[in-house]
């Protein structure tokens, strides 16, 4: 197992995994706001990295940050949108990462919306791109600054690091994978907990490198992983590294 250092604030580290991997699994989900120059922070409709690295926002076309947006003396607005990663356990603090994208919003050409919205939906399906173009608007993020915040540290990573970057491939199918695989990994849980003693252990997620799990003392919290033996490449191969683990662990 590879074990977080005991902190006040939720551990999620994996010194294994690539940041920018894992940067762009955050921003899979889909809680973001944005905060922008003059405008405090907002939550956003929707957002989305594109599979070439492109970073695009939805916001009501009605709002105070497209309008702002559309008269920005140099045609661009300086903006930072955060997306937020939460486990949907039962967790005392289900606060997994955040990850931050700083730049420049500006507005898409008018040609080039409708290809966008089909690159957005690609990548992130959500219902509010029917109204991109009516009481929506779609902004792109020119990307200056890439920070990922986890395990009660921050990692920059550079923009052209993070576009190159791609998602951890069982990220798109966490929740329903752990659902799926209730048995093995309540299983692999109780072991884990006969080796955290009383402190409570409860599954924290999956990704490609291993299980996670939140052990929560008495104060604090800490995450650790059970790592598979190797990397898995599609959610395919979950059901035998899990049965491996649990052969290594007996």
Known sequence: MTIGRRTSSPVHQDRTADAAERARTVATRPLASVQALGLGTSRLLAAA????GRV??????????????REAPEGDLPAKVTVTSRSVQPLRNPLRAQLELAGWLTP????DEA???LAFAAVRPDDVLLDVGLTATLLRLDLAEVLLHEGGGCTEITPEDYAAARPDPLGAAEDELMSEHT???AELRARVQAWAGDDPVHLLGLDRHGVLFRVEPRTGCYDLRVPFPAPLTSTGELPGAVRTLLSCAR
């Open 49 to 52: 990295t594109l599979d070439a």
């Open 56 to 69: 695009l926002v939805v916001v009501p076309r009605s709002g105070g940050l497209a309008a702002a947006v």
């Open 108 to 111: 898409v050409p008018t040609e």
């Open 115 to 117: 290809d966008l919205v």
């Open 183 to 185: 048995g093995p990994l």
